[in-house]
């Protein structure tokens, strides 16, 4: 058993199917709400001489992904190709997409306006005029518009600034300073209209330190305070790598998450995968033809209809099906592996279909503080738990990739103390990218009085948490105790596991214990009793029981299993509310066996095979089970002098046979306490007397004198022990060193197994 854990025995979390094919409901398209945060950005696209048609079609093609792909439909894009003005009569600047909003009308008509770009011919000027272009984006960026909506201008070019030939840059032999002073200036211009540039080269011949230079010259500040929502300059060699990559620079300027898919050509089934943590999402599909025809189906396997609607509780919308570009935007979208099916007919299956993913989400947190109610001096261990928003556990790292986490303790008596909260596997933190951010903290001697920890997580493409957790320095060790116990395992809806809670009340007075569960949504998991009466004197263990809601409240989300997450709290309601244990639970929820479960006869002929098999096995995993259980070990802790301070019989260990402790007022009267994911634990070694783990480190300990440091003080040895069973005789599986033989010298796998 495990203090307050449900381990997810399978693996991460699948979800059913929030789309299906039928029943469509008549409310309106996603866009009829816009709630997601709006950006106003133009696009300005490099319409030189220089450019081969592959390049231009490359910058439509780019231009139409964003704009098909932008999550809100508050958004508001503008599209214009420039070159420069070198004869009266010509002109920089050629718009092509008027200001307009992105709801479902306004992407199709970006969709089809983007066509209107072009390369310039040799006697319409054909130069690069950045300045010109720049401050027709600013234009178009602030004219009629709201300044509290981010300002972003996407500047793509295949060259650098030429302005030899164009006249309204004065004299030929003054045009190119002239020109760079009149970018400084434009510059200048963006930065004071807060208009962000994020420059994108392509090609042989670009300026990369002109484009870094337009880059650093604009507003700096970004959509977070991240260094990728910075505004930078960015190079790519090749038409083919434009789209892609002004979707990530778009995705970075936007504070959007993307995940760029495969590229295959038709007839193809290319896959995408969607986060959990997305509240809403464009899959863009940049298909190269027109002709090609694109089928969407969800994780469950249902196909998407091609009209825009409503299924489930989820909202999507269809645009630019007719062009060379589409995009399918999904509020609330299923989770998971979505595939997108690419046919067409003979003569249109030359260009590769390319599929990638847009999306923004929240993401949520339960923080808990261990112990709740510590004292001065203390030092305690603070985990903030990462959430989906419906309260299902995160274990992907790549889902909160770039999170920032930031802490501190606060409290009466004391200054503010930053935490360093971590999910590295290091110290505190058991066990590496499994969504547990974990660090610890020493009260300070001064506090007297309330405490508070919290931790803010930030990440680009993910609305920001904070999350905190009070509580009270207690002023010696507290009168009444409550630890919690929780077995491992999985559960159905409807169902229960069972625990104990080990109470005492060292008091004259009767006590009486509140028992809930937190940081969860839809009561999918509660606590039975809520309240426990102590009388005075009273120590006792009792039984909890955790239960998981009916199926009803998983909605379609249940799928093959979820992993549902809260916080088993339990206060103490005579004094004021005080907190015992606040204790992280994790259960993996899986359907109840539908189909399987009426031909379970089918399957037994097969398992009786297996029996003899599973039998050995069971049989020794348990010999090394017994032969590790540090059940009897004696530890004693023991001073620098050789003292023994004090004995503490370990009891049973772990699943993992370890026996977790701490060592309790090291500096005053120090002792050994039971505590799960203590700093130390102990369990017996094959060779005999135990192996210690301190932090990530493991120390031999043997029972003839040998000791293991646990402070600076104070050492960890083993006094008289009883063993946990009869050792193997020192017979056939015991005694023989030669190759094959499976004795304690030797190389045979029984040996290896315990």
Known sequence: MRRAGFSALGGTAVFASLLAPAGQDPVPAADSEPVFPAVNYAVAVDESASLAPEDMQAEKAAAKRIALGDVSSSSRVTVFGFAAAEKRGQRVVDPVCRPTTLNAAGREEVGKCVDGLRSRKKDEGTGTDLPTAIRQGVNDLTDGTDSSVPRVLFLLTDGKMDVEDSFKYGEKSHRVAEGEQQLKEALKEAAAQNVQIWPLGFGSDPDKKQLDQIAAGGYRKGCVELPSATPRAHKVDGANDVGSTLEKIFAAAHCLRHEEGPSKRPPATLEIGISPLATVGSIVVDKGDPKVKITYLDPKGDEIPTTSGSFKGSRFELAGGSGTVEALKIVDPLPGVWKVKAEAPEGHRSLPVAVSVLWQGELNGAITMDPPSPQAGEKVTVTMRLQTREGYEIKDPRDYEGLRVRSELTGDGFSPQALDLADDGKGADSDASDGDFTGTVTIPQDADGALTVSAT??????????????????????????????????????????????????????????????????????????????????????????????????????????????????????????????????????????????????????????????AAVVALLGLRRRRRDPFGLVLQLVDEDGTILNEHKAGHGNNKQWYEFAVAEAHRSPRIDKRAHGPYAVRRSREGGAVVRKGGSRFPLTARGGRVQLTDALSLSLGGTQPPGPRPSEGAYAGGTGPGTPGRGGTGTYDDLL
């Open 457 to 614: 997580l930030t990440a680009s493409g993910l609305s920001a948490d904070t999350r905190s957790e009070t509580g009270k320095v207690a002023l010696g060790e507290l009168p009444v105790k409550a630890v919690l116990e929780l077995p491992e395992g999985d559960v159905h809806p409807g169902g229960s596991v069972t625990g104990t809670l080990d109470v005492s009340n060292t008091t004259d007075t009767a006590h009486t214990l509140r028992l809930s569960v937190a940081d969860v949504q839809d009561r999918r998991l509660s606590v039975e009793p809520t309240e426990i009466t102590l009388k005075p004197g009273a120590e006792d263990t009792r039984k909890v029981t955790v239960r998981v809601a009916p199926a009803s409240a998983f909605g379609d989300r249940l799928g093959n299993g979820v992993d549902v997450s809260g916080t088993l709290t339990v206060v103490d309601t005579t004094d004021g509310d005080r907190a015992l244990e606040r204790a992280p639970v994790s259960v993996h929820v899986t359907p109840k066996p539908g189909i399987l479960k009426q031909y379970w006869w089918a399957f037994v002929a097969g398992a009786v095979v297996l029996v003899l098999a599973v």
